[in-house]
């Protein structure tokens, strides 16, 4: 079956700090694979997507990159966190109209 | 460039009684439509989608949704609330890219 992990589930790290949420994905090849942030009262933001290996889109500038060093592993990362980048971070997967099966989440605070 | 807009950021039902939230969309090519559930601090959940076929279509737990082209609409539907179906909903749509675009998202609480 398909499955999806996402990891660590909740994070607080200082302003200044480094950033490295992990996803991965298992039973299935060459997924779109998506990280989207959920700020506090707000809606879901898609921040970067990627088609396959090495190809990364992002959809908003900020402050934020993201990695796919392998067909199944997406990387969100930051060199220095600020403290607007505390949010839930979503990572998603979809092979053609399925429609996106989620991950369970990263709470990050910036503090 | 394709949106979506969800009628109402809060609604309150007794148990037992018709949850109905609203969805619609704008997409310049046929969409395809989706609605999640999300409980606290967890993903979110595929309740139904539509991509082609039957306009109404049914999901889990008891919800159905049915696409309405004339009104580019994609209403959730549940006859009876359960306690358990207090969370918050999202209405997302997408076309051939595969991006979903979700709307803001609708509180659901239940009143015994």
């Known amino acids: 079956s398909q499955t999806i992990h996402q990891w660590p589930a909740t994070l607080v790290q200082p302003v200044g700090s480094p950033l490295s949420l992990e996803c991965t994905v298992e039973g299935t090849s060459n997924p779109n694979l998506y990280w989207y942030r959920q700020a506090a009262g707000r809606g879901l933001q898609l921040l970067f997507y990627?088609?396959?290996?090495?190809?990364i889109s992002s959809e908003v500038p900020q402050n934020l990159s993201a990695s796919r060093p392998q067909d199944r592993q997406f990387i969100l990362s930051s060199k220095k966190l600020l403290l607007s980048d505390s949010g839930f971070y979503l990572c998603?997967?979809?092979?053609?109209?399925?429609?996106?099966?989620f991950g369970s989440g990263t709470r990050l605070t910036v503090v | 460039a394709q949106s979506v807009t969800q009628l109402g950021s809060h609604v309150s039902v007794s148990e037992g009684a018709l949850v109905l939230l609203r969805c619609n969309y704008s997409s310049s090519v046929p969409p395809y439509l989706f609605w999640y559930v999300q409980y606290p601090n967890q993903g979110l959940q595929l309740l139904l989608k539509y991509t082609t076929g039957a306009t109404l279509v049914k999901g889990i737990n008891g919800f159905e949704a049915e696409f309405k082209k004339s009104e580019t609409s994609f209403h959730l539907t549940k006859p009876s609330a359960h306690m358990s179906d207090a969370a918050e909903y999202f209405c997302?749509?997408?076309?051939?890219?595969?991006?979903?675009?979700f709307g803001a998202g609708t509180t659901v609480t239940v009143r015994a």
């Open positions: 998603a997967w979809t092979v053609g109209a399925s429609g996106y099966t």
């Open positions: 990627s088609v396959g290996i090495g190809q």
């Open positions: 997302a749509v997408s076309v051939r890219d595969y991006k979903l675009s």
